[in-house]
């Protein structure tokens, strides 16, 4: 048996521990036992930690201490953010792009109005700015949400932009985006989730401007930080990630960018692929392409043989059997899709290697198809 | 008009029969896909886009299946 480790190619779904947090993470579990709330030393010692974890991710996000709350995961970001806002506003609609994430699109589903809108994305991905503008006027509007980059093709929304009524807050995604580029100062409430930058998973983040309405949707205190005991340690441990992170992004992010490029180029040389989202303002390290006649799932399993770790965004790969709205939304085409993110770590001889073991991947799979 | 029957093929097996079937239809003709897949309804209109075929639109074959038609133009 072939024991060459797996060449992980998956970073967007889910980053291995950035080294820094995985000795933050260590030192804080010591440490950080103690309920925050309790005046005795120990409670005090974790006090001290979360603080500081809150202080660190505040400033990488642009944003006051006081502003950021930590939630379980970013998808609990979202829900208490965008409920949050409609809570507070006493109204129900939320607009956003078509290519948010699930937990935007479930969000939305589980609180239903007639006031949600979508708004429709050009073929790259990008939202059609004029559009959002006229959604976000009609009756009933309580907020907007909008990606800082989408999490499948990886193109950037301009999100400072937006044009919004002065009453009606922006909720941007950054899930995608922290740590991989700079972040906008346009937002009302914004949110991410640590292990997407490194930290460790469970650690979600939601911030919300001082001055934007927004009330608890859930309950318990009505205090941005939800009830329930916090996880010191991660959160300590995915601030040291998201500070580490950002001292190397420029470099980490430009050597990406242009492997990210070349695995374009090679793709889209491909007979019948065509590559997905922004080939500009995207994110430096993911792309994604689709291959005519060819099976998500096939061709994810001839990678991972290959020793090459990818996600799909076909159907035959979701749960539900549904192909991925994204792709949908941007009228590309849902099968035969590949989605490659790389992390710090990946090099250019790897990614040489993927390039090879594409090629030959896509000619094994459509000569079986016949075709 | 030629109806490929791909009821039951899973994605994107429905693409694939109409990519086969393709030469047997007169250029200009209309060919349909009749599939449960989900895919079908964003991949055909996608295949017709990257393979240069006009797709003319989507309706209900007689047992009220969805129906994806594509006229040859090459």
Known sequence: ?371 | MLELDCRDLPCPRPIIELAKALPSVVVGDLLAVVARDPAARYDVPAWCRMREQEYVGEDLADDGLPRFVVRRLS
Request: hydrophobic fraction near 45%; charge should be negative.
């Open chain 1, 1 to 371: 048996m072939s024991s060459t480790p797996e060449v992980y190619l998956d970073a967007a779904s889910s980053q291995r521990l950035h080294p820094a947090a995985r000795d933050t993470l260590i030192a804080a579990l010591e440490r950080g036992y103690g309920d925050p709330r309790r005046l005795h030393g120990a409670g005090r010692d974790a006090r001290i930690l979360l603080d500081n974890a809150r202080a660190v991710i505040a400033e990488c996000l642009g944003a006051q201490p006081e502003e950021v709350a930590f939630t379980a995961s970013g998808t609990e970001a979202v829900q208490r953010g965008l409920l949050g806002l409609a809570a507070a506003s006493g109204l129900s609609g939320i607009v956003h792009t078509a290519v948010e994430h699930s937990s935007v699109l479930h969000t939305l589903a589980w609180r239903d109005s007639p006031a949600h809108a979508s708004v429709a994305v050009d073929g790259t991905g990008r939202v059609d700015l004029d559009a959002l503008a006229e959604a976000s006027r009609r009756d009933g509007v309580a907020a907007v949400a909008v990606q800082l980059a989408n999490q499948e093709v990886g193109t950037l929304q301009p999100v400072s932009d937006v044009d919004l009524p002065r009453s009606v807050p922006l909720l941007v995604d950054a899930a995608a985006a922290v740590g991989h580029v700079v972040l906008p100062e346009r937002w009302d409430a914004l949110t991410a989730s640590a292990h997407k930058w490194g930290g460790p998973a469970g650690v979600g983040v939601l911030a919300v401007r001082r001055g934007t309405g927004w009330t608890n949707p859930f309950p318990g205190d009505d205090a941005l930080t939800a009830d329930g005991f916090p996880n010191v340690p991660a959160a300590l441990a995915a601030a040291a990630a998201l500070q580490a992170v950002l001292t190397e992004r420029e470099e980490v992010a430009a050597r990406q960018f242009r492997m990210v490029e070349q695995i374009r180029t090679i793709a889209a040389a491909l007979p019948d692929t065509e590559v997905v989202g922004d080939p500009v303002a995207r994110l430096p390290h993911l792309v994604t392409f689709s291959c005519l006649y060819v099976g998500g799932d096939e061709i994810v399993a001839a990678l991972a043989q290959r020793g090459y770790g990818v996600a799909s965004g076909s159907a035959c790969t979701a749960s539900t059997l549904e192909p991925s709205h994204v792709l949908a939304a941007m009228g590309a085409l849902t099968h035969g899709n590949v989605r490659v993110s790389l992390d710090r770590s990946t090099t250019e001889a790897q990614v040489d290697g993927f390039c090879a073991a594409l090629t030959e991947a896509v000619a094994g799979i459509r000569a079986r198809a016949g075709l």
